[in-house]
């Protein structure tokens, strides 16, 4: 299959914070911002695949910054690498200030989506060709990701676990 660059699978939500979606603080709800970014990822591994998708993990997930009732809120999704048939998506949270117009980082979360068929069983996916240095350095670092994720589901044997394992020695 002919691999694909992040930028194909870019998918953009802008959407604002309305009364229902916050939390006692008149925040966001963390619930409410876990469904847009899956949203997002899930559309971007669409992009990606070509393929149905589902959520197989949800790696990492940093609320850094709270966000207020009203804002301009924009998810960005992107592949950042494939394997066989699953997918690694890295999401970037952004929110705009109402006056200047500019954004900045709130959040940033990492999903993995696997292709599967109408029966749900999964299907190859085409690999990722990175261009940019973060690109890279994401694509470089995903595998790593994905052995640990496997190693905490309990589906991969710590030891199995070579490029993980090289990190802390
Ligand atoms: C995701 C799912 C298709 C995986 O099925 P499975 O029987 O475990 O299939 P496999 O063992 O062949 O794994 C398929 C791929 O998923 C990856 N995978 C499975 N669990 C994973 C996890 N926790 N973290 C990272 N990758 C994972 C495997 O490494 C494999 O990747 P590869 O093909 O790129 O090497 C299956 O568990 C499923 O359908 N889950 C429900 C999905 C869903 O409904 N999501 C919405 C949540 S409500």
Redesign the pocket.
């Known amino acids: 299959m002919e691999a694909r660059h992040p930028s194909e699978s870019l998918t953009v939500l802008t959407d604002l914070v309305l009364p229902g979606e916050t939390n006692g603080l008149n925040n966001l709800f963390g619930g409410e911002l876990l469904a847009r970014m899956d949203r997002a990822a899930g559309i971007a591994a669409g992009r990606h695949s070509r393929r149905l998708v ?4 949800v ?1 990492h997930v940093a609320f850094n910054k709270s966000i207020p009732l009203g804002s301009v809120v924009t998810v960005e999704a992107k592949v950042s690498r ?5 997918m690694e998506v890295i999401i970037d949270v952004w929110v705009e200030d109402r006056q200047s117009g500019d954004k900045s980082k709130a959040n940033e979360a990492i999903y ?1 989506f ?1 292709a ?1 068929n109408e029966s ?1 069983m ?1 299907v190859p996916v085409p690999p990722v060709q990175p261009e940019t240095e973060l690109e890279k350095q994401r694509f470089d670092a995903a595998l790593r990701r ?1 052995q640990l ?2 190693v ?2 309990g ?1 991969m044997k710590p030891h199995d676990a070579t490029e993980l394992k090289a990190l802390f020695v």
């Open positions: 589902v959520t197989a993990s790696n494939a394997f066989k048939s699953s993995t696997v599967v749900g999964p994905k994720s496997l905490l589901a589906k």
